[in-house]
């Protein structure tokens, strides 16, 4: 009497697959600074450009939480309130911190961002192109960079009562901490700018075993054939 045998190989496919998705990564929130429902200010924000005589940069930090590392996906900001009669194009960094300042040597990616306009801010979402790694535990800054000569635009707040550590650059001159709150020379009304960083965890040791491990497995099985 003939019986049915299923083949070594599959039971070793059969092993091997639930052991890949244990260790398959999906995206996920690294940071938000959103409200409930992605609410944030519509006409208060964190003045970005050529402002009281000077080009001015603004910053916020963050921290990666220590789960995991994380391959960077996107981020997601608010804009608007542009002084220009068109629209306005800015670049957002992520920057390395260096002593609880950004680290303008220290650059992890830039993220353009076009058609910035003068109603209620709107989100945008800006994909990372070389998807680096944010790594567990570290801190980094978020800043925003007007790339028009002239005009300003508005980061909008999250009016949540927080304080993130906030850096500002004017000019050509270094980061320093803005200790007011709201900034002495930045016409904000609230806390700081609403964001949203978005990766990929990167899966931890003891899922990359599994995979191996089942690898190895499927390796002897084929052999045995």
């Known amino acids: 009497?003939?019986?049915?045998?299923?083949?070594?190989?599959?039971?070793?496919?059969?092993?091997?697959?639930?052991?890949?998705?244990?260790?398959?990564?999906?995206?996920?929130?690294?940071?938000?600074?959103?409200?409930?429902?992605?609410?944030?200010?519509?006409?208060?924000?964190?003045?970005?450009?050529?402002?009281?005589?000077?080009?001015?940069?603004q910053a916020l930090s963050f921290t990666v939480p220590q789960s995991s590392d994380f391959f960077l996906d996107s981020i997601e900001v608010p804009l608007g309130l542009a002084t220009n009669d068109a629209p306005t194009s800015s670049t957002f960094r992520i920057?390395?911190?260096?002593?609880?300042?950004?680290?303008?040597?220290?650059?992890?990616?830039?993220?353009?961002?076009?058609?910035?306009?003068?109603?209620?801010?709107?989100?945008?979402?800006?994909?990372?192109l070389n998807r680096p790694i944010l790594s567990a535990g570290e801190s980094y800054w978020l800043s925003a960079a007007n790339d028009e000569n002239i005009g300003i635009f508005g980061w909008a707040n999250l009016n949540d009562g927080s304080t993130p550590p906030r850096a500002v650059r004017r000019g050509f001159g270094?980061?320093?901490?803005?200790?007011?709150?709201?900034?002495?020379?930045?016409?904000?009304?609230?806390?700081?700018?609403?964001?949203?960083?978005?990766?990929?965890?990167?899966?931890?040791p003891g899922s990359t075993g599994l995979i191996l491990i089942c690898a190895v497995l499927l390796i002897i099985g084929g052999r045995r054939r």
């Not at 990564?25 to 003045?47: C, E, Q, W, Y």
């Not at 300042?101 to 830039?110: F, G, R, S, T, V």
Request: aromatic residues 6%; negative net charge.
């Open 95 to 128: 920057l390395g911190d260096s002593g609880g300042l950004p680290d303008a040597n220290a650059l992890i990616e830039a993220f353009s961002i076009h058609g910035i306009l003068g109603g209620s801010a709107t989100i945008f979402t800006a994909p990372s």
């Open 1 to 57: 009497m003939n019986r049915f045998r299923i083949p070594p190989i599959y039971i070793h496919l059969l092993v091997l697959l639930p052991c890949c998705l244990i260790g398959a990564a999906k995206g996920a929130t690294i940071v938000n600074r959103f409200g409930p429902g992605d609410t944030h200010s519509l006409n208060a924000g964190m003045v970005i450009g050529f402002h009281l005589g000077t080009d001015l940069q």
């Open 174 to 204: 270094p980061w320093v901490l803005e200790n007011v709150s709201p900034p002495e020379d930045s016409d904000d009304l609230s806390t700081g700018g609403a964001f949203r960083i978005n990766g990929t965890p990167i899966p931890e």
